[in-house]
């Protein structure tokens, strides 16, 4: 991905958190990001794969502050510690993305109780934690902005994927009560709802035939699946100026899956 300054100007030495950041769609707005200029935490669990991304994304900005950080997105003390930490050497916290999240896909007849609370815990208790917590911060540095990352499956269905549509369509409710409620604070809330995108567990996933990624491609009206810039670039748009009198919303970005209710979904 090519840098974002130009497009964005003003996200230039905006203090930005992620989560999930250690790949994915999460490490990829992490980049943009960067590229943009902004100082940048790098929240998540695993804090090997952080040490390991952590100095390409900083190697020749030696004025931004991209610091990592390790812990679970649903542990408040750690979440409020962490970012209180980061704050302290940027001065503030101007943009949240709640990214981390967890898939638990099975048959629900067959969906262990573990697997369900695991993505109830992750995919929106964490949420909740990680936009409440840039919340306080943003109120008292006068507005921000809080991303959160629901997904296609958050506003249609799919089987064996009750865990997952549940908790993301709930992020989805989550993110229009947040933003109608902190809108007085200048806090900006949106959700970003990817469809399939070609990350490596993606691959992973097809090259272990478990998941048709030219059936996928098929069944996507834009003939392809999603690419991690798509998200990013989504992240910048939301995060900036440009987009100010937007909030409350859940912005769709899935090649037009969702809008084609004549298609029939792959096995």
């Known amino acids: ?11 230039r030495g905006r203090s930005v958190c992620v989560t999930g950041a250690a790949r994915g769609l999460g490490l990829a707005a992490a980049d943009a990001f960067v590229r943009a200029g902004c100082h940048v935490l790098l929240l998540d669990i695993d804090g090997a794969e952080l040490d390991r991304v952590r100095p390409a994304l900083a190697a020749g900005r030696p004025d931004q502050v991209i610091a990592t950080a390790t812990a679970p997105v649903s542990d408040q003390d750690a979440v409020t510690d962490a970012l209180a930490g980061f704050t302290a050497r940027t001065g503030g916290l101007s943009i949240m993305l709640a990214n981390a999240g967890v898939s638990a896909n099975a048959p629900s007849l067959d969906l262990e109780l573990d697997r369900w609370n695991t993505a109830l815990d992750v995919n929106l208790t964490g949420v909740f934690v990680c936009a409440r ?4 911060i943003m ?11 629901s ?6 269905a799919g089987p064996e994927r009750a865990a997952y549509c549940a ?20 806090i900006r809330v949106n959700a970003l709802a990817p469809g399939y995108v070609e990350t490596d567990l993606v691959a992973q996933l097809s090259a272990a035939g478990r998941l048709d990624t ?3 491609r098929r069944r996507t009206p834009r003939g392809r699946l ?14 900036s100026g440009v987009s100010a009198n ?22």
């Open 246 to 267: 937007i909030t409350g919303q859940v912005v769709v970005s899935d090649g037009g899956w969702t809008a084609d209710g004549y298609a029939v979904m792959p096995g």
């Open 226 to 239: 999603g690419r991690p810039e798509d998200i990013a670039h989504l992240a910048l748009f939301l995060s």
């Open 167 to 186: 908790t993301k369509a709930a992020v989805a409710a989550l993110t229009k009560v947040l933003a109608v409620e902190w809108a007085p604070y200048g």
């Open 139 to 149: 109120r008292e540095g006068g507005g921000g902005v809080v991303l959160t990352t």
């Open 151 to 156: 997904s296609m499956y958050g506003v249609t």
């Open 1 to 11: 991905m090519k840098t974002e300054a130009a497009i964005y100007p003003d996200l």
């Open 214 to 216: 030219e059936a996928l």
């Open 133 to 136: 917590a840039a919340a306080h």
